[in-house]
């Protein structure tokens, strides 16, 4: 019998059809996360993050390769049966928060207990306001609607209502995206004590370096791409240098707005809106633009 894990992916591909060509967001993607993990994926924006969060939270199917939650092989499941499975081992949060609008905070985390059908509402009830206060949302706040609670609240609440079914794993897609510092780091304080008083897996994934140095284990993406270890030039910023912007098509488009502020000077010479002087000083100002950028 081989060891078990929380999340494992096998080789997994995963291409979006652009017209007569494939997007590989995800291209040979192998990697696995031990029960317990509280993991950060990180990765520079397009990199595939969101692509393989959807993958692992079985939202969305690879087209090659195996991915088992929980030690269960989901490749294959029919949409009847992942719905199940999602509802039950799976706690999703989102930048976004993604909140149902019109409920309160109890309601949101009620939901999916409901939905399961292994609660009663008054037992959803209880058990919502337990999670609320275990995340440290103010009781006050409980029966707020999202647009009467700030971000970090709003978290918060998305927080306890990943945990509302007793999930094995938790995702989160750039959960603090959406929040200022503060906000960030209670959030992930929050995230970090519950990964320890639970045990449950969290697998975080974000662009911000900060972010996934509060996990226990970090592995990296680019291109599609999953590695262990950060590439060597992961954290190097390329930053392009203004010569080599002004070689390129920015520098003609530039040149252009240039030529065309002369235009417009000229006209209004011409229509009289401003004297030969002024003109003499806008046309001098133009040059100069002009020589500094050695046009
Ligand atoms: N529905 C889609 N159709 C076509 N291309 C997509 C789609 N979703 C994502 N992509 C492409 O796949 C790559 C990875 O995207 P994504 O997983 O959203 O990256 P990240 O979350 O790291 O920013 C990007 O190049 C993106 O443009
Ligand atoms: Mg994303």
């Given amino acids: 019998m081989s060891e078990k894990y929380a999340l494992e992916c096998i080789d997994v591909d995963k291409y979006y059809v652009m017209g007569s060509y494939k997007i ?25 993050k969101s692509t393989l969060l959807h993958i692992i939270g079985t939202l969305d199917k690879p087209n090659k390769g195996i991915v088992r939650i929980d030690s269960i092989d989901v490749t294959n499941f029919n949409e009847n049966e992942l719905s199940r499975f999602r509802r039950e081992k799976i706690g999703f949060v989102f930048q976004f928060f993604n909140l149902a609008t019109y409920l309160t905070a109890i309601e949101n985390v009620a939901l999916p207990m409901l939905f399961s059908r292994k609660y009663n509402s008054k037992e959803a009830e209880i058990r919502a306001k337990l999670l609320l206060s275990l995340v440290g949302l103010p009781e006050q706040k409980f029966k707020n609607t999202p647009r009467q609670l700030s971000g970090g609240q709003q978290q918060m609440v998305a927080i306890a209502r990943a945990l509302a079914n007793d999930p094995a794993i938790i995702l989160a897609d750039e959960p603090t995206g959406n929040l200022d510092l503060e906000s960030t780091s209670k959030v992930l304080s929050t995230i970090k004590f519950l990964n320890e008083i639970t045990k449950k897996t969290f697998v975080i994934v974000t662009h911000n370096v900060e972010v996934a140095t509060f996990t226990k284990s970090m592995k990296f993406i680019r291109d599609g791409k999953i590695f262990e270890k950060p590439p060597d030039d992961f954290l190097k910023m390329k930053v392009t240098k203004s010569e080599d912007f002004l070689r390129g098509d920015e520098g003609k488009i530039y040149k252009s707005i240039i030529d065309f502020e002369e235009e417009v000077v000229k006209r209004r010479f011409i229509d009289g809106e401003i004297d030969e002087t002024t003109l003499e000083n806008e046309i001098l100002e133009i040059e100069q633009k002009r020589k500094t950028l050695k046009l």
Avoid: E, Q
């Fill in 24 to 48: 590989y967001a995800l291209k040979n993607v192998s990697f696995k996360v031990s029960y317990g993990d509280l993991v950060s994926i990180v990765g520079p924006s397009g990199s595939g």
